[in-house]
Structure formats: C-alpha cells, structure tokens
C-alpha cells in the first residue's frame, strides 16, 4: 500500500472469544504494511480465541486490558466481528467505553460484520451512514443510524470518520478505506 501510517499505533478490539478471525487478520496485516503498529485489546490480558465461523481457529495474545487504555493511546480502533466477538464486548462497560472513547476524541473507527453491536451499545451511530451483517441492521436503525447494503461505507458526518462493512468478502475494500482513514489523521 502506498499510503504510509509510520509512527501511528492502531487498538483492536477483540473479546477473549469469538472474533472472526479474518476480520482481524487481514485488517492487522493492513495497517502493518502501511506502517502502523497493531495493538491487540481485549476485556483483560491474555488469550484470545479466534474462529473461522463457528470453527475455533488460531488463538493470539491480548496485551492490553480495555480498563488500562484510552483512545488517547491510539490513532485509531478496528472492531472485527464474529457473532460472539460483539456480542460479549456489548456487555463489557470498559470496552464499550474505550469504543465511545474514540468518538469523544474525533478519531477514526472502522468496524465490520456483528462488530457495530458495541457501537449500538456505545450509543454512538445515530445519524451515521453504516454497513454491517445484514442481521444486525435492525439493530443499528433502531440505533439511529442509516444502514446501507454497500461493501464498504466512509461516514464523516459526526465527530470521527467511521468505516464499515459487511462480511469478509469486503475485506481488501475495508483494510483500503481503514489506510485512508488513518492516514487522514495528522497526530
């Protein structure tokens, strides 16, 4: 990728269990070969457990809890999906939020798949342009937000830029948008 996010520390936020983990995978990889460093989150230190579906697959290392960081650590967040991934965070007050955290800061958030639940929980889509799963879209118009069926969708009408998309067939669309994004961010 030609853009360069040399010097920029990106959070992503995972549960101990369910992420998708092509949707954190591929995104982590992304912001790597643009220069980024990845940070792994999650609701405390240790194991995470990623899936391929329902299928456990690769486990990776969380190093920070949500408690011990804030968005001013970080030029930006990705919230993968999986259906238990959000789902679990939702009910973590500390992810939900160091997630609202980086709507109060301006900074970029890209989520795919089941990841807006938090947001909804975060209470930070109302009156956002989004994509997501097509069964959380209930969810996010209840929420306030306009749901779209694009593969990938860039909001900056609110506080932040938010990106999102589908599915992990939106992948290469979704890493692109969430490079650009970053890159837009100065500090």
Known sequence: MATSLNGKKIA??????????????????AVERAGATPELVSTEVGKVQG?????????FEADKAADKVSAADYAALVLPGGVANPDFLRTNGDAV???????????????????????VEADVVRGRTMTS???????????????VDDEVVECSR????????????????????LIEAVAKVTS
């Open 133 to 147: 799963w097509p069964s959380v879209k209930t969810d996010l118009v209840n929420a306030g937000a306009n749901w």
């Open 12 to 29: 992503f936020l995972v549960a101990p269990e369910g992420v998708e983990q092509v949707e954190l995978t591929e995104p982590w990889e």
């Open 97 to 119: 939020a160091f997630a609202k955290d980086f709507f109060d800061e301006g900074k970029p958030v890209a989520v795919i798949c089941h990841g807006p639940w938090t947001l």
């Open 51 to 59: 899936f391929n579906h329902l299928t456990p697959a690769d486990t």
């Open 158 to 177: 609110g506080p932040n830029t938010l990106v999102s998309s589908r599915k992990p067939d939106d992948l290469p669309a979704f890493c692109k948008a």
